[in-house]
């Protein structure tokens, strides 16, 4: 059954129907749909549009069919033209007219955007929980590394120390600001465009408000055009999926680095690992690879989007089909990345030794040296240039900042004290970095505490208009 049948006559090309046919990747917001038809149909009865006892026979049947599709006594017919078609169809078989009278006061231009709206929103709710599991899990281990110095970095090379906890922190602010963005699209997304029609509303006293509180909606989109129109809301949500994929690949790429043999800051499990046809030796972070290399498709879902949208003109045009497999993609995509992550950095074993060891090269506490000037009275400028001299002096030397005599200090300045050792000791230059947001254990402890606060909180917003 086509619904649109009527006006045209004749078979339309199977080619055609090939390249019209939504059903193979819209099936799955079939529950959104009977969920919509449900509030849809409990409105029209409502407002008188339908007899209340058809209303009342559609929303059992609408349940029946809910029910039956979730212990696989129904199969959703894949030859349908779209899910829409496939619901209206099987109520019509069993309820005659009733069936029929569904889609009274609608089109399926604001039927398949509240479908998508409801999808999305759920979705957006499964990942959020997602980012709240890495979330914690990275707080867990962070909690037993604050004590575990290791080499901070600026362009790839050892800049200053820090703690491991610091470092994973960095990477649960980014969940959180993701987690973050994707509550606030939620907002936008929970606009109900049911009522919209086609394009131009309808002509029968519907009661969009109704439909909105049934269905847990935020507003009502304000103008008809735009509610069946708009694809805002899958753009900005392939946007979150794109930017929460970066971190991920951004953190994946680290862990790459680290296990490898010139970093050996870390080891993933045997499960998480793969090996080589030819090189027996080899045991190769591929799962890490794998989310790094999957951001390319989610990032590309996010520029089909806007290459779809782009030159449309109002209202509804056939093009808009586009926006689910894209977004659904990226939706899978991230979906399984999370459920990775989160076990892959479980199961890994971080080699403290080797970051301890990796801190004590690099002169990353020269930094540390120059603020020892400062607080002898020296301007800042000018112990920047003494520390920096003292590097090259070690390099000639091939010795450390802590190594070196204190009569090659001195020689640069006379401020130098005995005490000078105690200023440059990497334990001692991470404790003191305590200011808000550093690597002190004790600021790192709060970054966690504050963080898990805000990970517990995830999926609790109350509901506010917009």
């Known amino acids: 059954m086509k619904l649109w049948a009527g006006r045209l006559s004749g078979e339309v090309d199977e ?4 390249l019209n046919s939504s059903i193979g990747f819209d099936c799955r917001m079939i529950e959104q749909d009977i969920r919509g038809s449900m509030a849809h149909a409990k409105m029209l009865a409502a407002q008188g549009i339908i007899p209340k006892e058809e209303g009342a026979a559609l929303d059992a049947g609408l349940r029946e069919l809910l029910a039956g599709l979730a212990d696989g006594s129904v199969q959703i017919d894949m030859t349908a033209e779209d899910v829409h078609t496939f619901v209206e169809g099987w109520l019509t078989e069993r309820l005659g007219d009733a069936g029929k009278r569904l889609h009274t006061a609608r089109s399926r231009n604001d039927q398949v955007a509240t479908d998508l709206r409801l999808y999305l929103a759920d979705e957006i709710d499964k990942l959020t929980g997602k980012i709240k599991t890495l979330g914690l899990t990275l707080c867990e281990i962070a909690k037993q590394h604050t004590e575990t110095v290791m080499p901070g970095y600026t362009h790839l090379q050892r800049a200053q120390p820090v703690t491991l906890a610091h470092a994973l922190m960095a990477y649960t602010a980014m969940l959180l600001r993701d987690a973050s963005r994707l509550a606030d699209c939620k907002k936008r997304t929970l606009v109900l465009p ?14 969009r408000r109704m ?6 909606f935020l507003s009502v989109c304000e103008n008809s055009i735009d509610g069946v129109s708009d694809r805002d809301f899958v753009i900005e949500l392939a946007a979150c999926l794109s930017i929460l994929m970066i ?13 490898s043999s010139e970093f050996g ?22 799962i890490a690879e794998l989310i790094r290399g999957k951001t390319g498709r989610v990032t590309g879902a996010l520029v089909t989007l806007l290459t779809v949208m782009k030159g449309l003109p109002l209202a509804y045009n056939k093009d808009m089909q586009e926006d689910k497999e894209a977004i659904f993609g990226a939706l899978d995509t991230v979906s399984l990345c999370l459920e990775l992550a989160a076990p892959m950095l479980q199961t890994a074993v971080f080699d403290k030794q080797k970051l301890r060891a990796a801190a004590a090269k690099g002169f990353i506490n020269a930094t540390d ?10 301007p800042f400028r000018d112990a920047y240039k003494i520390s920096g001299a003292l590097v090259n002096r070690c390099i000639e030397l091939d010795t450390t ?6 009569a090659e200090y001195q020689a640069f300045s006379p401020l130098f004290g005995e005490d000078v050792y105690a200023a440059i000791d990497l334990v001692g230059c991470v404790r003191r970095r305590g200011s808000y947001g550093g690597p002190a254990p004790e600021a790192v402890k709060r970054q966690i505490e504050n963080a898990e606060q805000a990970l517990a909180s995830l999926g609790k917003e109350e509901k506010n208009e917009l």
């Open 15 to 18: 080619r055609i129907n090939a």
């Open 194 to 207: 049911l009522g919209s029609g086609a394009l131009a509303g309808t002509t029968y006293p519907i009661d």
């Open 211 to 216: 439909v909105c509180d049934e269905l847990g």
């Open 247 to 259: 971190h991920l690949s951004r953190m994946s790429e680290e862990m790459i680095l680290w296990c």
């Open 265 to 286: 800051f870390l080891s993933f499990a045997d499960s998480f690992s793969t090996g080589s046809s030819i090189m027996p030796q080899k045991k190769n972070p591929d």
């Open 369 to 378: 040296c120059a603020d020892y000037l400062v607080t002898k009275g020296m």
């Open 401 to 406: 900042l802590e190594s070196l005599p204190l």
